[in-house]
Structure formats: C-alpha cells, structure tokens
C-alpha cells in the first residue's frame, strides 16, 4: 500500500471491489470488447458504479471512472473516499490519461485508487494476496493542474 493513501477500513473495501465487479458486467464495450467497472464510494457509505459505455462514432466513448462521476456529481454527490476499478485483466490496469484529470477534480489527492485485478477473488480464495495495487491520484498524475489552480493570482490579466 501506498504511503500517499488513508486506510479504508476492511468491510468498505471489500464492498467497493465487489461493486467494482458488479459494475463491470453492465459495460457496454461491444468494440473493443474490453469490460471496466468503477466503484466510488462515499463518506456516508454510499456506493456509485460506473461501467464503460462505448459508441460506433468511437469519440462517444465513455470509461467507466468517468461513468462514475458522472452519474454522482449531477445527482449532488460530490465527496469521495476511494475508488476502485477492475477490468477482465489479471492484472492491476491503471485509468486513462482523461480519467486521472476527472479523478484530480473530484478526489483528495491522497484518497486511495484500488487497481483490481480481474482475479482478485481467486487469488484470495487460495491465499495468494489480494493483487491489488493500491495508488492515489497524486501518485497517477503528479505535478497536476486542479480546481485551485484557477485561483491563483495571475500577472498580465485584466
Ligand atoms: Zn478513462
């Protein structure tokens, strides 16, 4: 685990992974055939999946992080505690690049990313580690821009 992360508690973060792969079965990816589920989770326990949703023009693609936040933010919820994401890979896969900069909008830079791996319950099953690479968006997109980047006092601005 990342020094850069808070500890989520164990039944928190075993119900995000498992919401992670429940999301994960509603995605829409009938082009790349590469599934993503999301989970966030919330202060007050409440839990926001997203899933990829892909589209024949391409460019009208979503991925699942971003299916998440949407689906949060324009209900009201706009406070986050960690995340999670899970793909058909046995392996961690990290967001995108357009992601991170969604994830650095919404999130404390230090809130735990949970990086899932496709085999995460059989691994546990036969006591072989979680697999999960545990991150924070300072960690995926440093030196980043933010919200209170803008501000900040500017020169030459009227
Ligand atoms: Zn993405």
């Given at each position: 685990m990342s020094a850069l992360t808070?500890?989520?508690?164990?039944?928190?973060?075993?119900?995000?992974?498992k919401?992670?792969?429940e999301a994960k079965e509603f995605?829409?990816?009938k082009y790349s055939k590469f599934r993503v589920g999301a989970a966030l989770l919330t202060p007050d326990g409440q839990i926001i999946k997203g899933a990829n949703i892909e589209n024949a023009s391409y460019?009208?693609?979503?991925?699942?992080?971003?299916?998440a936040f949407v689906k949060a933010v324009s209900e009201g919820t706009m406070s986050f505690v960690a995340l999670a994401v899970v793909t058909d890979v046995a392996s961690p896969l990290s967001p995108c690049g357009m992601c991170r900069q969604?994830?650095?909008?919404?999130?404390?830079?230090?809130m735990p990313i949970l990086l899932v791996p496709a085999d995460y319950n059989e691994r546990v099953?036969?006591?072989?580690?979680?697999?999960?690479?545990?991150?924070s968006i300072a960690e995926l997109l440093p030196h980043s821009f933010g919200p209170e980047d803008l501000e900040l006092?500017?020169?030459g601005a009227d």
């Open positions: 808070w500890v989520l508690d164990v039944p928190s973060r075993e119900k995000l992974i919401a992670a792969f995605a829409y990816s460019g009208g693609t979503i991925c699942a992080e971003r299916t969604v994830i650095r909008e919404f999130c404390p830079q230090n099953a036969k006591g072989l580690g979680d697999g999960i690479l545990e991150t006092p500017r020169q």
